[in-house]
């Protein structure tokens, strides 16, 4: 079946610093992944839709500057959370639409700490 | 606009219990209906789905029947077993032609089987 994987799988990082998450769809072709943010024992709010080779278009209320999505190829997206602060802790998850089926496939997430 | 609106849980079952967690949604269109389910520290599974009115969906023992006349998909299980306890998510793809296809997902339900 498809998937899609995530790296790292955890990140602790220091305030002020930045992190890079990668979300890479392994046998299929993804015109299209989605970002996704997660509180503790809540639903998933979506962050941002990338798309390849253009930019991503971000939901209500999402800095743009703060989370900066790159959908370079087919098969990879990545999502860099800029000058983190511990607020910014989270599970972030992503998922990538099959651009044969239309199946959205999710990845197993990443835990992000800012110390 | 389009919304899903689950139980709210947790919800606590002894095994071999039944299982029915309410999902209803509001939609235009004749939009995909999903359930997900999420492990402790994991990314979300695909359990299953329906893609027009009266479809059932079903895997692993659960099933959910798309009900336009009720805007509803519970999802069941008739005998529930201690490796089910996870977080159950129902969510929403709305029909569009062209466009993203977001998901749009409820609130979560937390279930737990006790031995």
């Known amino acids: 079946g498809a998937v899609v994987s995530q790296h790292p799988s955890w990140v602790i990082c220091k305030s002020g610093t930045s992190v890079k998450i990668e979300c890479r769809s392994l046998?299929?072709?993804?015109?299209?992944m989605f970002w996704y943010r997660q509180f503790p024992k809540q639903s998933l709010m979506l962050m941002a839709t990338s798309n390849e080779g253009s930019k991503a278009t971000y939901e209500q209320g999402v800095e743009k500057d703060k989370f900066l999505i790159n959908h370079a190829s087919l098969t990879l997206s990545t999502l860099t959370v800029t000058s983190a602060h511990p607020e910014d802790s989270s599970f972030y998850i992503c998922?990538?639409?099959?651009?044969?089926?239309?199946?959205?496939?999710f990845g197993p997430g990443t835990r992000l700490t800012v110390t | 606009g389009n919304s899903v609106t689950q139980m709210e849980g947790p919800v606590t079952l002894s095994e071999e219990a039944f299982l029915t967690i309410n999902c209803t949604y509001t939609a235009t269109g004749y939009p995909s209906l999903f359930w997900y389910v999420q492990y402790p520290g994991e990314g979300l599974q695909l359990l299953l789905k329906?893609?027009?009115?009266?479809d059932k969906g079903s895997n692993k023992g659960f099933e959910a029947t798309y009900r336009k006349e009720t805007t509803s998909f519970h999802l069941e299980k008739g005998s529930v077993q201690v490796s089910d306890s996870a977080v159950y998510f129902c969510?929403?793809?709305?029909?569009?032609?062209?466009?993203?296809?977001?998901?749009?997902f409820g609130q979560g339900t937390r279930l737990t089987i006790n031995p």
């Open positions: 329906a893609t027009k009115a009266d």
């Open positions: 046998d299929f072709q993804a015109t299209t």
């Open positions: 998922s990538a639409k099959d651009r044969g089926t239309y199946e959205q496939y």
């Open positions: 969510a929403l793809r709305p029909y569009y032609a062209q466009g993203a296809q977001k998901l749009v």
